[in-house]
């Protein structure tokens, strides 16, 4: 979608017509002679090879490959400077254009930009190249060791064209200061580029800030430009005040504002740059995480931003529906972009939903050489000059995961996190305990709960348990499937101990892909409460169990209903529910078998502790009858769950995320299949290999036939480039065919 802004900045995103050619085999695909009529068409974010969801070679997608995109200019580009704009591209990129090489990004997590005034022909075709190196290259973080999950390749985030004038703003941190105070104010920082140009505005310029909610102005400054005052970085600060009453961005009620900075020759404005931010205030202190000036106890999932297929080139939708199932479905408060800084759609969802982030720089046990960890230090001033407006991130990772102390290395993440940015503390994520504290906060994967050492170390909170230790999957018996619950819940009712402990973020929201050192031999590790396709295990349901009951009732058995699923049959014995109901009443057949409490004795420092039952029994030979569960809250029945006895595959669903697409030829949406009993109680051994017919403007990015795992799976569904409605048919072998149908309506054109 083109986006204009006032003030005479333009950004064109430029995301459709690339032709991709693969594999890099001939130098001089970079030329504009080269002929490239038998490259593939390509809209980005692109992967530069489909995979499998499990069992694929990682070395397939470690290759150099090549992206070539023609366009004209729109007009009015004369008089002014133009740079391309890449989101992310992974690992490394070199960009041409019209054949003259601009340079080389390294690191795939962080944005970049060239300029192309000089290069760039205003009135006619242009040819911009982009050589990209998806290998694991040992002098780019994350690699040089080994590492625990994988990074595809290709242009995996947009593209855009941005049109400025010869000084613009190039950034603006707005920084809420004393929100909680009736001094609260807004410390507005500008970044301005070519002050010192030759052919910047002889005249005085005039910088102007605004504070706004919605269309209403709330506050203003104003201060004249001159070259001399600004830093070495160009940067002239102005401060918002006097602003009132301003709702403060708090976990239930997340208020976001938008801060306008304009610059202005005489009354004309030469450019406009816009954030939103919010205003709260977010400490980690001795005595425990305070947001807003009351305590929180965090608790939370760690988060891979890849996924199934494509691995990290999904574009915005998916990625802000990681959002909504960890605050919604998940009833998380805070995500760690486990292990480098992910996509801005996915901060956005985190600032609009309420969700708190702890985001990292990448990186994984190992430390490189000097030259490495300059890159890494250039890591922390990207990740947060990118994302210091976002009120949802409150912590900066500025050590390697897991790696060993160093201290020349981390005092300088430390100092520039600082010096960039003194609003927010500084964690550094360890496994051991006999660690220097050079961050603000102590942050530890500490897998041995039990050994909790908080008193210790002031500001402890704990970033990884579970995970590794305890891999599970759908199909797993029913007693691994309620020790997984029981694992996640006896952490954070251990991190509910002592109010010193500001809390704890699971390992890990969603299973991932991985290399053959690690995980299950299938190049995925099963660590997820959900699965890879974002799919809940029994353990999702209890952190969706920790929710308020005003906020939704939550009543999720953790087990299936079979008699001879566990070590000597008999039932599932002892029955594991995840409630946040004060009662349950379970009933096997019309007989009243068991009415319990939270077993708050063994988790008596959990909001909703778990409920556990050991009247599910039966006898071996015996007819086996179904379950029903009743919830009760202050005495009234709020909740029925029922689960078939009769072990016969009932259901089958196909059920996307979203009923309308926009057709831009990347816009996704995940469509759920699903196998049940006569209840619609998930059938964790189900089996059946789907068929899948697509017609209408879209196409299935997935296995085709799909084969279920664990009764479930899913694949996307992308839009093409042209409006009309998808019908996609999923077939079960056994159970039928569902029909799942999505609106596809007009994309704004691209404008070059």
Known sequence: MEERQAGGREVFPINRNWLYGGELLVEDATAPEFDDSAFARVTLPHTNRLLPWHGFDDKDYQFVSIYRRHFT???????????????????????????????????????????????????????????VDSTERDDIPPFGG????????????????????????ANVFAKPVDALADSRRVEVRAFLDGLRRADAPQGPLTLEAELRDGGR?????????????????????????????????????????????????????????????????????????????????????????????????????????????????????????????????????????????????????????????????????????????????????????????????????????????????????RNFFDSELLEDVFTINDFNPAELRAPNHPRYFNTEFVGHMFPTKHGDNVERVQEHVLRHATVHDQLGLDDRYAGGLGWCAFDYNTHADFGSGDRVCYHGVCDIFRIAKPAAGFYASQRDPAAGIVLEPAFGWALGDRSGGGGPGVGVICSNCDRLKLYIGDELVDEIAPDRERFGHLPYPPFVSDKLVGLWGQPWRDLRIEGYLDGELVAERRLAADGVDRGFYATPDDAELIGDGSDATRVVLRVTDAFDNPRPFATGAIALALEGPGEIVGDNPFALVGGVGAVWVRARERPGLIRLRATHPVLGTQTVEIAVRPAPPEAC
């Open 73 to 131: 200019p729109p007009p009015g580009l004369r008089g002014r400077r133009v740079f391309v704009d890449f989101a992310g591209v992974m690992t490394a990129a070199t960009v041409w254009l019209n054949g003259a090489r601009l340079g080389e990004h390294r690191g795939g997590y962080t944005p970049f930009s060239f300029e192309l005034t000089d290069h760039l022909d205003p009135d006619g075709e242009n040819l911009l190249a982009v050589e």
């Open 146 to 169: 080994r590492i625990d999950y994988l990074t595809f390749g290709g242009i995996y985030r947009e593209v855009a064209l941005r049109a400025v004038a010869p000084v613009f703003i």
């Open 217 to 429: 102005v709330l506050a203003t400054a104003r201060r004249t430009v001159a070259a001399e005052d600004a830093g070495a970085d160009g940067a002239l600060d102005l401060t918002l005040a006097d602003l009132g009453d301003v709702a403060l961005w708090d976990l239930d009620s997340p208020r976001l504002y938008e801060v306008v900075v304009r610059l202005l020759d005489g009354e004309a404005a030469i450019d406009e740059y816009a954030t939103r931010i919010g205003f709260r205030e977010a400490r980690f202190t001795p005595e425990g995480f305070f947001l807003n000036g009351r305590r929180v106890k965090l608790r939370g999932l760690n988060r891979h931003q890849t996924f199934p297929f494509v691995g990290g080139a999904m574009p915005a939708r998916p990625q802000r529906r990681d959002a909504l199932i960890l605050k919604e479905e998940l009833a998380c408060n805070m995500v760690r972009t486990s292990h480098y800084p992910q996509s801005p759609h996915f901060l956005d969802a985190c600032d609009e939903l309420g969700l708190l982030v702890f985001e990292e720089i990448p990186g994984w046990q190992h430390i490189g050489d000097a030259g490495w960890q300059d890159l890494a230090l250039r890591d922390v001033e990207a990740m947060i000059r990118r994302d210091w407006n976002h009120p949802a991130i409150v912590l900066w990772g500025v050590r390697i995961n897991e790696s060993r102390d160093d201290r020349d290395f981390y005092a300088r993440t430390n100092a520039l996190a600082r010096v960039l940015d003194d609003s927010r503390q500084t964690g550094g994520v």
